[in-house]
């Protein structure tokens, strides 16, 4: 499965910017879509992921309620709105997907090659 992201780019604090994630090749055992960042000097992050039905979202508590994932099965493409960025959402975000859940103990199967979003003041 080979990913490929979309929409990274600077953004100023309070402002709101649109990820977006396209999976090719052997994507249809692709259960689980999400995204992950990581910030310079830190670990990397689960921030969202979605199942294929929709029926299931995960938020890490950082992005709660300023964050939205979806995804298109028919396309598949993973999406992530991020509004009222704040400075802390400054990282590389990398896209993946999984053939099962994914959560703790559990990673993607398959990562996208990641894009940058510096949120500056």
């Known amino acids: 499965v080979q990913l490929q992201a979309y929409g990274g780019g600077f953004v100023q604090v309070g402002g709101s910017l649109g990820l977006s994630c396209v999976a090719s090749?052997?994507?249809?055992?692709?259960?689980?879509m999400g995204w992950w960042r990581q910030a310079p000097g830190k670990e990397r992050e689960y921030v969202a992921g979605?199942?294929?039905?929709?029926?299931?979202?995960y938020y890490s508590d950082s992005v709660k309620g300023r964050f939205r994932i979806s995804r298109d099965n028919a396309k598949n493409i993973v999406s992530l709105q991020m509004n009222s960025l704040k400075p802390e959402d400054t990282a590389v975000y990398y896209c993946?997907?999984?053939?099962?859940?994914?959560?703790?103990?559990?990673?993607?199967?398959?990562w996208g090659q990641g894009t940058q979003v510096p949120v500056s003041s």
């Open positions: 979605i199942t294929w039905s929709r029926a299931t979202t």
């Open positions: 993946a997907v999984g053939s099962g859940y994914v959560g703790a103990g559990n990673p993607p199967d398959y």
């Open positions: 090749g052997g994507t249809f055992d692709i259960y689980w």
